[in-house]
């Protein structure tokens, strides 16, 4: 049974960072993508990143590029999104989740798996 337990939310203001992290487990973590989303209220949730197992390839959704950073622990069977300049934009429920298809659909929510419990951010202007 695979778990994902997601961590680091919490309120701070424009311009300030927050790291979160996503704990993996019940299964081979290093041998899977991870992705965050996020889903504000009222809206459909959306791609944030993903880092690949192996090499570490990684994609940002336009929005984020640039600000954050995602990364990996294999070791830790952790995956971290390193939040910098934060935005009221930002502010959402943000999941980690594991990503099992094909690395062309790594933006697509259906092709995700097994999905956190999720972190709420918010971010004040």
């Known amino acids: 049974q695979v778990q994902l337990v997601e961590s680091g939310g919490g309120l701070v203001q424009a311009g300030g960072s927050l790291r979160l992290s996503c704990a993996a487990s019940?299964?081979?973590?290093?041998?899977?993508?991870m992705g965050w989303f996020r889903q504000a209220p009222g809206k459909e949730r959306e791609f944030v990143a993903v880092?690949?197992?192996?090499?570490?390839?990684?994609d940002y959704a336009d929005p984020v590029k640039g600000r954050f950073t995602i990364s990996r622990d294999s070791a830790k069977n952790t995956v971290y999104l390193q939040m910098n300049s934060l935005k009221p934009e930002d502010t959402a429920v943000y999941y980690c989740a594991i990503h099992t298809k094909t690395w062309s659909t790594k933006r697509m929510v259906g092709s995700y798996d097994y999905w956190g419990q999720g972190t709420q951010v918010t971010v004040s202007s």
């Open positions: 019940g299964s081979t973590f290093s041998m899977y993508n």
């Open positions: 880092i690949s197992w192996g090499i570490g390839s990684t």
